[in-house]
């Protein structure tokens, strides 16, 4: 982590809470933890408010597509950190559900999709990439199936997924191995992000 | 149906409008990715536009340019939100032409 105030700087109730959480999970506390804990009145809390809504709110994606999207928005900004974290999610998520994980592996396609997921995270790619869409790419989503409601559901996890992957890559975020990643996802499942 | 917009403007004010360390008119200017001197301004493009080339450097630029740890971090925020912010209204203004032409 850059910024050691983000560390270390957290007040005594904070830093009890970080060493239950190492006690109960056996892990390192995750550096976007540490984040969202800092000062929690300038942005963790209402970030996490968004976050929570885009990501456990009603929706008619599900909580593995939106997982998959935020995945997906993250490694499109190449964010390590939040690439491994939500494609652990995702992975949970689906496998809860009895479906199929897609292969966020490949740099082309996801396959293993439908049509709509398919063609909203074609325009979600090109949207975080080269920060602006046009009407054409927005047709292109709802002539695939997409309702506008899904795909402005899919921006409100783009939009918080452009937030905490920048964070994540300019702050330095720790990435640790897969059991912590693997603890993370069980979390996130189980709780949200509040 | 999810519904974020109220959530991202009590977000966008507590970060541009509440109390902080960095002044307000710092905090615009890294929300907007404009107007910001070197170092600052170098790191808030960077956050902006290239977040996964942000260095060690550029934050150490940043301190030597006598702002706390605590500046840099609101400065960083209002920079990842404000870009967030620009490409979900774009896109959200592309849909409304889409939806009207459908």
């Not at chain 1, 995750?30 to 996490?48: A, E, I, N, W």
């Not at chain 1, 929570?52 to 009603?58: F, N, V, Y």
């Not at chain 2, 790191?43 to 940043?62: E, F, G, N, Q, S």
């Amino acid at each position: 982590m850059r910024l050691q105030i983000l560390d270390s700087g957290h007040g005594i109730g904070t830093k009890a809470l970080f060493a239950l959480i190492r006690t109960v999970s056996r892990q390192p506390v995750l550096d976007v933890v540490k984040l969202v804990k800092y000062r929690s009145d300038f942005y963790g809390g209402p970030m996490s408010a968004v976050t929570q809504e885009a990501m456990r709110g009603p929706s008619t994606w599900s909580i593995g597509d939106r997982e998959l999207i935020a995945a997906f928005v993250a490694k499109t900004n190449q964010c390590e950190f939040c690439t491994k974290t939500h494609a652990a999610v995702a992975q949970a998520a689906y496998h809860r559900d009895g479906k199929i994980v897609p292969d966020l592996s490949s740099d082309s396609d996801v396959a293993d999709l439908s049509e709509p997921l398919r063609a909203t995270l074609r325009m979600l790619g090109k949207l975080t990439r080269e920060h602006a869409v046009n009407v054409d790419d927005m047709r292109a989503v709802l002539a695939a199936g997409a309702s506008r409601q899904q795909i402005e559901d899919a921006l409100a996890v783009c939009f918080s997924f452009n937030v905490i992957s920048r964070l994540a890559d300019a702050f330095g975020f720790f990435v640790p191995g897969p059991e912590a990643f693997k603890a993370g996802a069980k979390y996130l499942l189980a709780r949200g992000y509040r | 149906m999810s519904d974020i917009r109220q959530a991202r403007r009590t977000l966008t004010e507590r970060i541009l409008k509440g109390a902080a360390k960095a002044s307000a008119p710092d905090r615009r200017a890294a929300f907007d990715d404009s107007g910001l001197p070197v170092p600052l301004g170098t790191l808030v493009d960077k956050v902006a536009r290239y977040p996964h080339r942000v260095t060690d450097d550029d934050i150490a630029a940043a301190r030597g340019a006598g702002l706390s740890e605590d500046q840099i971090f609101e400065i960083v925020v209002c920079a990842a939100v404000g870009q967030a912010t620009r490409q979900c209204d774009a896109a959200v203004t592309a849909l409304e032409a889409a939806a009207r032409k459908a």
